[in-house]
């Protein structure tokens, strides 16, 4: 089944203890990216990936990092969480770039709660 | 900069009524993407249509449509004869791509809820 899995899907953390939140998936995607949702705000892009290795700043970048090392991998990390971090996040991917841009497929969310 | 406009935040309509989501976008691109999602209370996110900047005509999927009118930079959704199932946050998206980049925009949503 093509999917887009997060892990963990609920996570309750203090300010400053790093976490990552791990998506992967298996359709061969080369874009991958990272939202947030609050209330009122939408979806808000962090960071996305065109390809491995490459990867650039969304909207909203402060405060995280990603990495993707394989094609499949698109980790979150959270250096150090702060509660303004608190959020819904959901992982993404789709295929190409280049000269068309096509829909995502997201993954079903992780819920983080910084205390 | 590419920016996504919902003004609805919330609209309650009596089933089987008509009801049209808004979507205004800006963008300095030529070339962009728009899409629609759907986000039912159990919370997935659910593509349901794409479109280019070169194609304005119109789309009907079922009892879904969608008016794209780049005169007026909005991508409109209309559900006729609303149903329960329908209920549900819509978020309109802008994608554009430029240098091999390529970044999405989403609005803020539309709270649909159908009355029984």
């Known amino acids: 089944e093509a999917q887009v899995t997060q892990n963990p899907r609920y996570l309750i953390t203090v300010t400053g203890k790093k976490l990552t939140v791990t998506c992967s998936q298996n359709?061969?995607?080369?874009?991958m990216s990272w939202y947030r949702q609050d209330p009122g705000l939408g979806l808000r892009q962090i960071y996305y990936?065109?390809?491995?290795?490459?990867?650039d700043k969304g909207d909203v970048p402060e405060g995280y990092k990603v990495s993707r090392k394989e094609k499949r991998n698109f980790p979150l990390i959270l250096e150090s969480p702060s509660p303004n971090q608190t959020s819904l996040y959901f992982c993404?991917?789709?295929?190409?770039?280049?000269?068309?841009?096509?829909?995502?497929?997201f993954g079903p969310g992780t819920r983080l709660t910084v205390t | 900069a590419q920016k996504v406009t919902q003004a609805q935040t919330e609209i309650s309509v009596v089933e089987k009524e008509d009801v049209t989501l808004d979507c205004v976008y800006e963008?300095?691109?030529?070339?962009?993407?728009l899409f629609w999602y759907k986000q039912p209370p159990s919370g997935e996110l659910v593509f349901l249509i794409r479109?280019?900047?070169?194609?304005?005509q119109n789309e009907i999927s079922g009892r879904y449509s969608w008016n794209f009118q780049k005169s007026t930079s909005s991508f409109n959704f209309t559900i006729t004869a609303s149903q329960v199932v329908d209920s549900a946050v819509y978020f309109c998206?802008?994608?554009?791509?430029?240098?091999?980049?390529?970044?999405?925009?989403f609005g803020t949503g539309t709270k649909l809820q159908v009355i029984p």
């Open positions: 998206a802008l994608s554009e791509e430029w240098a091999g980049y390529q970044k999405v925009t």
């Open positions: 963008t300095r691109d030529t070339t962009y993407y």
């Open positions: 359709m061969n995607h080369e874009y």
């Open positions: 993404a991917s789709s295929r190409g770039g280049g000269t068309s841009n096509y829909e995502q497929y």
């Open positions: 990936s065109m390809n491995v290795e490459v990867t």
């Open positions: 479109r280019n900047s070169f194609d304005e």
